[in-house]
């Protein structure tokens, strides 16, 4: 082997090596994207995770919202706490109505859903985990239209708000969940009115 060769094959093998140092999580997902079981977003200063998990001794899977940089996996939003997936074919992504949408093997049937009725959804739709843990889903023009901060499960994080939206009438509070293995909705919950 020629000397010029060895060092475009050394200069291949550093690119090679670094190529990954380059690389960053996503935040976001759109309409033509899915986030798979085993698929993560990451917030972009990698604070938080959206992504399936299975909690405890469970053998059921959730689309949920923990610290990043926590050993123990600290989850701070459930979405289909409520409705499991009882496998690793869980997949979110948009429906053609422009909703987000957690479904299992039976892709038909969602077991979770934004339900926004909004028709200027159905296209260009994203979904965005923030810096805060607040999963947003935004419109063709950058609108928040959907916040996961207005459907808290058991945790309160710095910038949600507690009690409720005069503007809407929604109730903002928390609920345990059944147990460790379980996060659907426990027998403890806590408003302010």
């Not at 935040?27 to 992504?51: A, C, E, V, Y």
């Not at 987000?100 to 200027?120: C, F, H, I, K, Y």
């Not at 609108?143 to 901060?149: A, G």
Request: glycine share 8%; net charge negative.
């Amino acid at each position: 082997m020629s000397h010029d060769t060895k060092i475009l094959c050394s200069i291949f093998l550093i690119l090679l090596q670094y190529q990954f140092q380059f690389c960053t999580p996503t935040d976001t997902i759109n309409t033509t994207q899915s986030l798979k079981d085993g698929g993560l977003l990451i917030s972009s200063n990698q604070t938080f995770t959206l992504g399936f998990f299975t909690p405890g001794k469970s053998t059921n899977r959730y689309l949920g919202i923990w610290y990043n940089k926590i050993s123990e996996q600290t989850v701070v939003w459930v979405a289909n706490r409520g409705d499991p997936i009882n496998d690793t074919s869980g997949s979110l992504s948009f429906d053609v109505t422009g909703n987000l949408v957690v479904t299992g093997s039976d892709r038909s049937n969602p077991v979770w859903s934004t339900n926004v009725s909004d028709p200027t959804l159905a296209k260009n739709s994203s979904a965005r985990l923030l810096d805060s843990g607040n999963l947003v889903v935004l419109d063709s023009n950058g609108v928040d239209v959907w916040q996961s901060f207005d459907y808290p499960t058991n945790t309160l994080l710095p910038n949600m708000r507690f009690g409720v939206n005069r503007k809407t009438g929604l109730d903002w509070f928390l609920t345990s969940w059944k147990s460790g293995d379980d996060p659907g909705p426990g027998d403890r919950s806590t408003l302010v009115k």
